[in-house]
């Protein structure tokens, strides 16, 4: 996300569709891929191409989700925003002495509370989409191209002659996974939390 | 005694600054409650954080500045009609400035009166009645002044709720 002041609803559920999408591809495309042995070898002759563009899925799925990650902390600012708000003129509101003034009053108030709610729900599938897509990344993590991940020569379509194989996971992860990893470490360990936040919040908005 | 058309009692002078002080006061104590919205509103609108985004923020905002509007109309209406009542109270006034300037003139006369008589006893009672409606005039001068003060201090009070609403709505 941008900024804080381009933040809104329509974004945050375009850019979880977006991710939600690119999910589905990858598991679509991890699910194609061909058994190969621990050379690379295998019986299907697009196997590494086949890799190289599940790779290509995965990498996308995984920068969506850090988006993903950064618009939840967003969306729990406005959430919060929307909190403050609302203690702030409910709590104003029945100071006031004239009905006019009040009447606009409670319209400010049903309308920070209808956002209020959005935001809620929003989160809330937020935090669903990002562990499903969690699980789909976990549950695919050792679906790679033995030996790294194959280069596609530039404007070819062909890739570059595979490296010899190395049975080191460190020199796999780049810069992103790691910090995907640790993202993703983040989230569950925070899931038992941010559950029992969202039935607590869940329960304030209904009051 | 002949009684001069449209005569007031003192008690009559006094019922009616006291009404014209207590509609004041009712008006002047209705205008707070105005203000104390209007300032409540601004702090409101200061205190809030409002959402970011272009779906609510500016909107809340705008429903507060209506609350603000209605505010400012109702205060404009009270002020309205406080100004109906110093309006009443001017006049008030200048009925005891008219008062007084007749009994004044009475007075006057009576004196004239007094230098022609030439009878001790007619005289004394003469002097009786211009004492009285010296007092009289003094009466109606000291209910004038009253009349002025109360309501110099109300437009005073009320000068001073406008600025408190210019300032809320201005600042």
């Known amino acids: 996300m941008d900024s804080e002041k381009t933040l809104g609803v329509s974004g945050v559920e375009g850019l979880m569709n977006k991710a939600v999408a690119a999910a589905k591809e990858f598991q679509r495309a991890a699910g194609e891929l061909p058994k190969v042995d621990k050379n690379g070898s295998s019986e299907c002759p697009f196997a590494e191409e086949l890799y190289a563009k599940a790779e290509k899925c995965r990498e996308k799925c995984q920068g969506l989700q850090v988006q993903l990650h950064e618009c939840l902390t967003l969306v729990q600012n406005e959430i919060d925003k929307c909190g403050h708000d609302l203690s702030v003129l409910s709590a104003q509101k029945d100071q006031l002495n004239r009905d006019r003034p009040r009447a606009h009053f409670s319209a400010a108030e049903a309308r920070i509370a209808s956002m209020y709610k959005k935001w809620i729900q929003l989160r809330d599938s937020l935090k669903r989409t990002i562990v499903d897509i969690d699980d789909m990344l976990q549950q695919t993590k050792d679906k790679r191209y033995p030996g790294g991940m194959p280069q596609e020569w530039p404007n070819t379509g062909r890739f570059h002659p595979r490296q010899a194989p190395s049975d080191s996971r460190e020199s796999e992860s780049t810069g992103a996974d790691k910090e995907i990893d640790r993202l993703f470490d983040m989230d569950r360990d925070s899931r038992k939390d941010n559950h029992k936040e969202a039935q607590d919040t869940d329960d304030n908005g209904k009051q | ?171």
């Open chain 2, 1 to 171: 005694m002949r009684r001069r058309q449209g005569a007031i009692s003192r008690t009559e002078v006094s019922d009616t600054l006291e009404q014209h002080r207590d509609d004041a006061q009712e008006k002047t104590d209705q205008i707070e409650e105005t203000v104390y919205d209007t300032e409540t509103e601004r702090q409101v609108l200061e205190g809030l954080e409002l959402s970011g985004t272009a779906e609510g923020g500016e909107q809340v905002e705008m429903d507060i500045e209506q609350a603000q509007d209605a505010s400012l109309s109702e205060f404009e209406a009270e002020s309205g009609e406080l100004e109906q009542i110093h309006a009443e109270t001017q006049e008030f006034q200048e009925d005891m400035h008219e008062r007084s300037d007749a009994s004044s003139a009475d007075v006057e006369r009576v004196a004239d009166g007094v230098n022609q008589l030439n009878r001790d006893s007619a005289k004394s009672q003469l002097e009786r009645a211009k004492d009285s409606i010296q007092e009289d005039i003094d009466f109606l001068d000291d209910y004038e002044r009253r009349g002025q003060e109360a309501r110099e201090e109300s437009e005073r009070i009320n000068e001073e709720q406008r600025s408190r609403i210019e300032s809320a709505r201005g600042s």
